[in-house]
Antibody, heavy 123, light 112 residues
Framework: EVQLVESGGGLVRPGGSLRLSCGASGFPFNRYTMNWVRQAPGKGLEWVSS????????HYADSVRGRFIISRDNAKNSLYLQILSLRVEDTAVYYCARDLGSDDYDTWAHEYWGQGTLVTVSP | QSALTQPPSASGSPGQSVTISCTGS?????????VSWYQQRPGTAPRLMIY???KRPSGVPGRFSGSKSGNTAYLTVSGLLAEDEADYYCSSYAGSIRPHEIFGGGTKLTVL
């Protein structure tokens, strides 16, 4: 069974930083592109970032480029999101999501999702 | 990176069909066949319903179908069931110089 479990969320002051983690199990982690998608309270989904199998290709939404850093450790079956210079508007549930296609077969479709971790940025 | 445009709400009676639209531009939906649709019930993570415009992942009922015309994608739910009541989001790859993905604002589907 595919499982994605996010952790690392919490309450942070504006300007602070946070590191989110996503532990994966039930599939060959090193064969799938992984993503972070966020959802502000009561709002829609927003794609944040993606990272390819061997971290060769990394992409960011304009809204987070320069402040967020995505990474992965295939030996630990883990995905990370380092969030710097947090803003109030970064408040959201952050989901880890696995792509549907494997081995660089890009579909830009997210078949499996974790339950999310809440990041709250407040003075 | 502007969001795709979806109607905020849609509704239908049990057994009826309903279609939700998702309008983008020639830089996303109009130029790529990487349109996906997600269902999200309150308090839960999104669920992939349609990918690459028309394909259904394993386990998704055949009542759900996708299509595209020009810069607009469509999700059709046939034979509505009460359990279909949820928020639905479209997304599209928007490539070129900086590959990225954009979502629609979401449509609340109500089964009357």
């Amino acid at each position: 069974e595919v499982q994605l479990v996010e952790s690392g969320g919490g309450l942070v002051r504006p300007g602070g930083s946070l590191r989110l983690s996503c532990g994966a199990s039930g599939f060959p982690f090193n064969r799938y592109t992984m993503n972070w998608v966020r959802q502000a309270p009561g709002k829609g989904l927003e794609w944040v970032s993606s990272i390819s199998l061997s971290s060769s290709y990394i992409h960011y939404a304009d809204s987070v480029r320069g402040r967020f850093i995505i990474s992965r450790d295939n030996a630990k079956n883990s995905l990370y999101l380092q969030i710097l210079s947090l803003r109030v508007e970064d408040t959201a549930v952050y989901y880890c999501a696995r792509d549907l296609g494997s081995d660089d077969y890009d579909t830009w479709a997210h078949e499996y999702w974790g339950q999310g971790t809440l990041v709250t940025v407040s003075p | 990176q502007s969001a795709l445009t979806q109607p905020p709400s849609a509704s239908g009676s049990p057994g009826q069909s309903v279609t939700i639209s998702c309008t983008g531009s020639g830089s996303d939906i109009g130029n790529y066949n990487y349109v996906s649709w997600y269902q999200q019930r309150p308090g839960t993570a999104p669920r992939l319903m349609i990918y690459q415009v028309t394909k259904r992942p394993s386990g998704v009922p055949g009542r759900f179908s996708g299509s595209k015309s020009g810069n607009t994608a469509y999700l059709t739910v046939s034979g509505l069931l009460a359990e279909d009541e949820a928020d639905y989001y479209c997304s599209s790859y928007a490539g070129s110089i900086r590959p990225h993905e954009i979502f629609g604002g979401g449509t609340k589907l109500t089964v009357l």
